[in-house]
């Protein structure tokens, strides 16, 4: 896999047959900060493929030349770890097997949502960096009137316990270990929920109510977790 692209940008192999969509794909990723190269055609994108210096590969599945399947395979031949997000018109769940079998991380079908495709990559680049160290927590923090002890999993408001749901929990934590920054709500869906696909963001707004109503002294005037406009959350005093 490449070193993070130039400039620090992560970069994606874009290799679809279909021009109106390859040109939306790479158009809408290019403004999301990333550095697309593509590829019309299966050997083409093979070729491209096999130099390794992306670090996410999407691939359509019928393509001219070698198919998506085809050049996944080849790439896990190599020892090419690059991850790979499939796409296809396809919904069968033989097909999804066979993208996986050959060495697919992930299967979108289309039609999709750019949200949804968006949430996609930055899940499999997640999990694909280094694993990077997290903040390195004491026992016990403070934010004014909450007390959070990661030791017993208790959390206090003006020194009374706080019931959390173990979601709640490892949100608070995530948002924690997170302080000061600015967290999309995919972040916060990937980090919590794992990306599990029967989970919305609309999930992460309402255990973020929830928890405000727990540890917030005036809930609807927060003091700890800050709504960001068009982006997600950020935690901090």
């Known amino acids: 896999m490449g070193d993070g692209g130039r400039g620090g940008k992560r970069r994606i192999l874009v290799v679809e047959d279909d021009a109106s969509l390859r040109l939306a794909l790479s158009d809408r990723l290019r403004r999301e900060g990333y550095e697309i190269q593509v ?3 299966g050997d083409q994108g093979a070729r491209l ?12 599945v019928m393509l001219p030349g070698k198919n998506g399947f085809e050049i996944a395979r080849d790439l896990r031949g190599l020892g090419i770890e690059t991850p790979i997000l499939m796409l296809t018109a396809r919904g069968e769940v033989t097909d999804r097997v066979v993208g ?5 991380d992930d299967y979108l079908t289309k039609p999709f949502e750019f949200i949804e495709l968006l949430a996609r990559i930055r899940a499999l680049l997640r999990r694909a960096a280094p694993a990077q160290k997290k903040k390195a927590l004491p026992d016990v923090v403070e934010f004014g009137s909450l007390r959070v002890d990661f030791r017993s999993a208790q959390v206090f408001h003006n020194n009374e316990l706080v019931r959390l749901s173990s979601k709640e ?3 608070l934590r995530f948002f924690i270990e997170n302080e000061g920054v600015a967290l999309t709500r995919d972040e916060l869906l990937e980090a919590v929920w794992d990306y599990d696909t029967m989970t919305s963001t609309r999930t ?3 255990h973020v109510a929830r928890l ?3 540890l917030e002294s005036e809930p609807n005037e927060p003091r700890l977790i800050f709504t960001v406009r068009g982006l997600g959350y950020r935690f901090g005093t």
């Open 39 to 41: 590829a019309t055609d």
């Open 204 to 206: 992460i707004d309402v």
């Open 212 to 214: 405000r109503q727990k």
């Open 49 to 60: 493929a096999a130099a390794a210096e992306h670090d996410l590969a999407i691939l359509d």
């Open 100 to 104: 996986l079998e050959y060495g697919a």
């Open 169 to 171: 929990m490892q949100l």
